[in-house]
């Protein structure tokens, strides 16, 4: 395979998680420059490129090369500015995927990527989402961030074993996934395993019942860090806190890095082995805390860029501030936003996400933001109401709508508003007109009709006016 249907192969994996416009608008002129020694070598014609590829998609990258050409062990990266203007033999025909059909993946289905291990182990590994290089470690956490990167960067190092506390929809999954990746990225022919407390449980009860407990001892043998969620389920469990207490001392001893997390601090689990308690405080015990409003800002930013849409930010302000208790809640609330604004044709409202907030969380309360969240919708008497509305939805003055200015950004609102007030008031054009500093009947009959057929070609025009017909509850 040459080195440009291999990129190709690559792509059309990465498509569907990446998405078709982040391939064309990043992945364009790049090329893979050579494949040596198992070594793949992407070159891109800007640093902006380069860095979104990395930052982004690099274990994507790596993860969909190892399907196509299991020889590749390591993916580098670099600039080369004469992609941009020249012809190259290994470029790829981006347009390719203008045309791809790349069906959303379900909201499970990608996440379980499952990654073939050296000598046959497979580990349930990793939501790609969850690097460390997405995870947004705010004031509260930046300990537990910086102990994840320096476990990745040098595993079986001083903070082994990592333990990570804290409860539920903090990070805590995120983070220890994050390590693994990370120390794929580095090594990727170390063996990570990672596995929920209740895998590892089930396996030994398994090898136990099938006298295959030494199996079971060998294959953890090989094992280059081990990562563990959730371990408080290990709680009153005795069998499988001695074959994990065994597992453990192999591997500490052999400089193996182990990262465990948990709901508690090591010392108060029940029902745990003090030998095991003991074992979890050698290393580094770091607190995985709720984040504050900054940060909380920050994710849901980081989420919008990840899924490249663009929501208010006044709504973003709005579910951090609303949402405290569990940054899972904090991202769910914003993505059944997105989802539901995509279906109905319109974008996130703040009414609709404190009706989403209210159904997905426990928040005792929401704040009105200064803000009417649960009072009737707007009530429309005559044309300077709906000017109002319409002004205050795209961020302009009453006198910049009426006014004369042609530019795109006053044209297309002056046109909506007109169009609204004929269709929901019912209005004369002549009236419009007036209502609009005197302009002829014509042109607000020319505007209504320009709108209606653009209705249906231009979806961010259907957008506005489904949202703005929304505002005044029709
Ligand atoms: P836990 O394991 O503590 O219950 P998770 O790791 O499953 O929590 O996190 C819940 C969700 O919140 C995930 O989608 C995760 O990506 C997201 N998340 C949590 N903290 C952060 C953060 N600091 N930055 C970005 N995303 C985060
Ligand atoms: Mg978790």
Redesign the pocket.
């Known amino acids: 395979m040459d080195n440009k249907a291999l990129w190709e192969a690559i792509l059309i994996r990465l498509a569907p998680s990446i998405g078709k416009a982040s391939i064309l608008s990043f992945f364009k002129d790049t090329i893979v420059s050579s494949v040596e020694g198992g070594v793949m070598t992407i070159s891109a014609p800007t640093q902006i490129a380069l860095d979104f590829i990395k930052t982004r998609c690099d274990v994507k990258i790596f993860q969909a090369a190892k399907e196509v050409d299991s020889a590749i062990k390591e993916v580098k990266f670099d600039v080369k500015g004469s992609l941009a203007d020249q012809e190259h033999p290994s470029k790829v025909d981006i347009r390719l995927f203008r045309d791809l059909q790349v069906k959303k993946q379900g909201r499970k289905a990608p996440n379980k990527q499952e990654v073939i291990l050296d000598e046959g182990m497979r580990s349930k590994m990793f ?1 790609p ?2 690097t460390l290089q ?5 004031q509260e ?1 930046r300990l537990a ?1 910086a102990a994840s990167l320096a476990v990745a960067n040098k595993p079986g190092g001083i903070y082994n074993p990592l333990f990570l506390y ?11 996934q994050g390590i693994g990746h990370e120390i794929l990225r580095h090594h990727p022919n170390k063996n990570v395993v990672y596995m929920t407390s209740e895998r590892f449980m089930n396996e030994i009860v398994e090898a136990i019942g099938k006298k295959h407990t030494k199996s079971f001892k060998e294959k953890y043998r090989r094992v280059d860090c081990l990562i563990v ?2 371990i408080q389920f290990f709680g009153n469990k005795a069998s499988t806190q001695q074959e994990f207490f065994h597992t453990f001392n192999e591997l500490y001893d052999a400089g193996k890095q182990i990262v465990l ?1 948990s709901d508690k601090v090591p010392n108060e689990l029940d029902g745990l082995e003090d030998r095991l308690k003991s074992r979890f405080n050698m290393g580094m015990v770091v607190e ?1 805390q709720l ?1 504050d409003y900054e ?1 909380r800002l920050a ?1 849901l930013n ?2 919008c860029m990840e899924q490249q849409v663009l929501v208010d930010p006044e709504v973003l302000k709005f579910i951090a501030f609303n949402v405290k208790n ?3 809640d ?2 769910g609330v914003l993505t059944n936003a997105i989802a539901e604004a995509q279906l109905m044709q319109t974008t996130p409202t703040i009414k609709s996400v404190a009706a989403s907030i209210r159904r997905c969380c426990n928040e005792e309360e929401i704040a009105e933001l200064g803000v009417e969240t649960s009072k009737n919708t707007l009530v429309v008497r005559n044309s300077e109401d709906l000017i109002d509305l319409v002004a205050q939805y795209f961020k302009l003055t009453r006198s910049d709508l009426i006014g004369n200015d042609r530019r795109k950004e006053y044209m297309i609102p002056r046109q909506i508003c007109m169009y609204l007030i004929r269709e929901v008031l019912d209005y004369s054009y002549e009236t419009i007109g007036e209502a609009f500093g005197g302009r002829n009947h014509t042109t607000v009959l020319h505007a209504c009709n320009k709108i209606v057929s653009e209705i249906n070609g231009d979806s961010r025009i259907a957008r506005d006016i489904n949202a703005l017909k929304k505002e005044i509850g029709l």
């Not at 997405?134 to 705010?138: A, K, L």
């Open positions: 939501n989402n969850y997405n995870y947004i470690p705010g956490n961030h804290g409860g539920t929809g903090r990070g805590k999954t995120h983070l220890l969620d959730d997390s995985v984040p940060t994710i980081a989420k569990s940054v899972r904090l991202a």
